[in-house]
């Protein structure tokens, strides 16, 4: 059980001493709790470091259901490093210990109970059971910059990624198979695409984000079928789309989007079986979304300095109209990104997110009472 590993009532870890530091280092509980706007619901504020701890990019869910824990990236140490967290106590534990990975932008497996991070162009995965131990999986030449997180097939059998070639301002997307290191060429994509998602369920899809060249310019989200290669663009230069994630069924792609004028950002999601076309109904300026597996709560990150709130918008069955609930001000801000909210639901009711409450980034768990 995980409260055996990380509660350290579990006979193989509790006869071994703790390491003092690095890999294996274990700490006590740092959680408070906070009111949340909503009664049902309370805040956990599961560290309390004055370094940056952060629950990583946008689109990473990182709990563990079989461990009962969560991932999170620390500075505590002085560098980006990977600690498991068990939500029943709040005791962690230290799973990576090097200078120099992008914890930013880590991964995690629950599948294979383990953990994928780029260091040097490497692509690593480390496992969240003692002894933690890591493999490198794909190292990239030097002329590619590996582009935001090693998006993860629902099995943490297959990559995807993007490398970027800034000599030719071109993109290539790729998948990487976890247990061989072989890597594929899907497309190459003009431009440079910031991250790229593979659909999670069927494994036969990537949904990708295209950066602006310019101010001017809009960022666009597009589609590659794995199989034929074929590209189909969601987004039209009218359009300013960011922040593309799948819904948990594997049939919808979505993403957050701006039309040309000074409209508020608004959900749209797209059936790539059906190619059809739905657009949500959110008043409220926010930055970065995500939904929930039952597919009934959008959430929010009010990005505005006004408006610094975890929303809820619950979705009417049947429409595409919502109800917003303020659930909980989290003080960040979307000028820099390791302290972006950033939230990703754990389950159906469930949200991780970072607060940058006390100026330094921490990670803060919205549960159900």
Known sequence: M???????????????????????????????????????????????SSALDNKMY?????????????????????????????????????VTDSEDIDGDHANVSPATEEAFYVENRTFTSVSLRPPFLEKEIRTVPDKYDVKGIPSLTSDG?????????????????????????????????????????????????????????????NGQIGLVDIATGKRTMLTGPEDHGVHPFWESNGRDAAFAQREDGDSDK???????????????????????????????????????????????????????????????????????ESVHPHASFINDTDLIFNSDADGNGNVYLLREK
């Open 2 to 48: 995980s409260v055996g590993l990380l509660g350290f009532s579990c006979a193989a870890l509790a006869e071994e001493s703790a390491a003092e530091s690095g890999k294996g280092s274990r700490f006590g509980a740092e959680w408070r709790t906070l009111p949340a706007l909503d009664p049902d619901y309370e805040v956990v504020q599961l560290t309390t």
């Open 266 to 336: 608004q959900v749209v999601t797209y059936n790539i079986r059906k190619e059809e076309f739905l657009s949500y109904d959110i008043e409220q300026s926010s930055n970065h979304f995500a939904m929930n597996p039952a597919r009934t709560i959008i959430q929010g990150d009010g990005h505005k300095g006004s408006t610094p709130y975890i929303y809820f918008y619950y979705i009417r069955p049947g429409t595409n109209k919502v109800d917003t609930v303020q659930m909980f001000k989290h003080r960040s801000t979307s000028e820099t």
């Open 157 to 217: 059998k297959t990559i995807a990624a993007s490398l970027y070639e800034e000599e030719e301002d071109r993109s290539t997307l790729v998948l990487i198979d976890v247990r061989s290191g072989n890597m594929k060429t899907v497309r190459r994509i003009d431009g440079k695409v910031d991250h790229v998602l593979i659909n999670p369920v069927h494994g036969d899809t990537l949904l990708f984000h295209v950066l602006p060249e310019n101010e001017d310019d």
């Open 58 to 94: 946008l689109d990473v869910d990182p709990y563990v259901p079989s461990l009962d824990s969560v991932v999170f990236m620390s500075e505590r140490d002085g560098h980006e490093n990977l600690y498991l967290m068990s939500l029943e106590n709040g005791k962690f534990v230290q």
